[in-house]
């Protein structure tokens, strides 16, 4: 693992760390599992061999100086029996706090169309597994609002948003947790330039204009619907708002600015963030 070491200062009560990863992608299956997917778990292995090494390092570095780790998803790589034992032992050995990625409800990667429907095929199965609500959560650690909220599929929904409202009740600063970066400028020409847009720019509300070349079907993937973009704006505009940790992009971190009051933290399987909140 590789150790960034970054410090955000918003106000806490009184200084903390945390750990934060993103996108491990075990990629595991067994016996217990069907040939389907113990034939996709040999594909994908490949890519994601370090996984448990990784893992491994960094749970031990979190036991070791006693601090939380932030997981914005895609910790497994799609459900299967041994996946979903990896993803439990990893939350109940260590202080989790998890936001769901869009691989944590891949039944057969690629498979489908991902959408509510689909993700609630499996999202109790996968829920059970971690302490916190996947979906949205939240926990204030020395006067610091922690939001964990999924947008693994490019959306938030009216539920995530009006919770999201009533955690700004308490009136603490808030860092967001979330599988997919904000569409940003920056953080768009950033990927411009180590050639990573590819087939699509893969950050939720990304504007009309850049998605033209987009194939049908990650138009459909990845176009931001009303309450998304109404969620986006308010994120942008809520000053208690102060920072935005995520994953999804794999092939490079960043730390780029939202707005000039929300700096947004892009981390990857090996590069991990040890972060000084104060």
């Given at each position: 693992?590789?150790?960034?070491?970054?410090?955000?200062?918003?106000?806490?009560?009184?200084?903390?760390?945390?750990?934060?990863?993103s996108?491990t992608?075990?990629?595991?299956?067994?016996?217990?599992?069907?040939?389907?997917?113990?034939?996709?778990?040999?594909?994908?292995?490949?890519?994601?061999?370090?996984?448990?090494?990784?893992?491994?390092?960094?749970?031990?570095?979190?036991?070791?100086?006693?601090?939380?780790?932030?997981?914005?998803?895609?910790?497994?790589?799609?459900?299967?029996?041994?996946?979903l034992?990896?993803?439990?032992?990893?939350?109940?050995?260590?202080?989790?706090?998890?936001a769901?990625?869009?691989?944590e409800?891949?039944?057969?990667?690629?498979?489908?169309f991902?959408?509510?429907?689909?993700?609630?095929?499996?999202?109790?199965?996968?829920?059970?597994?971690?302490?916190?609500?996947?979906?949205?959560?939240?926990?204030?650690?020395?006067?610091?609002?922690?939001?964990?909220?999924?947008n693994?599929?490019?959306?938030?929904?009216?539920?995530?948003m009006?919770?999201?409202?009533?955690?700004?009740?308490?009136?603490?600063?808030m860092?967001?947790?979330?599988?997919?970066?904000?569409?940003?400028?920056?953080?768009?020409?950033?990927?411009?330039?180590?050639?990573?847009?590819?087939?699509?720019?893969y950050?939720?509300?990304?504007?009309?204009?850049?998605?033209?070349?987009?194939?049908?079907?990650?138009?459909?993937?990845q176009?931001?619907?009303?309450?998304?973009?109404?969620?986006?704006e308010?994120?942008?505009?809520?000053?208690?708002?102060?920072?935005?940790?995520?994953?999804?992009?794999?092939?490079?971190?960043?730390?780029?600015?939202?707005?000039?009051?929300?700096?947004?933290?892009?981390?990857?399987?090996?590069?991990?963030?040890?972060?000084?909140?104060?």
């Amino acid at each position: 693992m590789n150790l960034i070491h970054n410090k955000i200062k918003i106000g806490a009560e009184k200084p903390f760390h945390f750990l934060h990863m993103s996108d491990t992608h075990f990629a595991l299956a067994d016996d217990r599992d069907d040939k389907r997917k113990n034939d996709l778990a040999k594909a994908r292995s490949g890519w994601y061999s370090d996984a448990e090494k990784v893992s491994s390092e960094i749970e031990a570095f979190a036991k070791e100086n006693h601090l939380t780790i932030a997981h914005t998803g895609d910790y497994i790589d799609f459900v299967s029996e041994a996946n979903l034992d990896r993803l439990k032992k990893f939350t109940e050995e260590n202080d989790v706090f998890m936001a769901a990625g869009n691989h944590e409800f891949s039944l057969y990667v690629g498979e489908a169309f991902e959408d509510a429907d689909y993700r609630n095929l499996s999202l109790e199965k996968v829920q059970s597994c971690v302490p916190n609500n996947i979906r949205f959560d939240s926990r204030k650690i020395n006067g610091v609002n922690l939001i964990a909220i999924d947008n693994g599929y490019y959306l938030f929904d009216r539920e995530q948003m009006e919770a999201l409202k009533r955690e700004a009740e308490y009136g603490l600063p808030m860092i967001l947790f979330m599988h997919t970066p904000l569409y940003d400028e920056e953080l768009y020409q950033i990927m411009g330039e180590h050639g990573c847009l590819g087939v699509a720019a893969y950050m939720v509300a990304t504007p009309e204009e850049l998605m033209k070349g987009y194939s049908k079907e990650r138009y459909r993937q990845q176009k931001a619907d009303e309450i998304t973009l109404e969620t986006v704006e308010y994120i942008k505009n809520q000053p208690l708002i102060k920072a935005i940790f995520c994953g999804h992009l794999h092939d490079f971190v960043s730390e780029t600015k939202l707005t000039d009051g929300i700096s947004q933290y892009v981390s990857n399987f090996e590069n991990v963030r040890l972060v000084e909140v104060e």
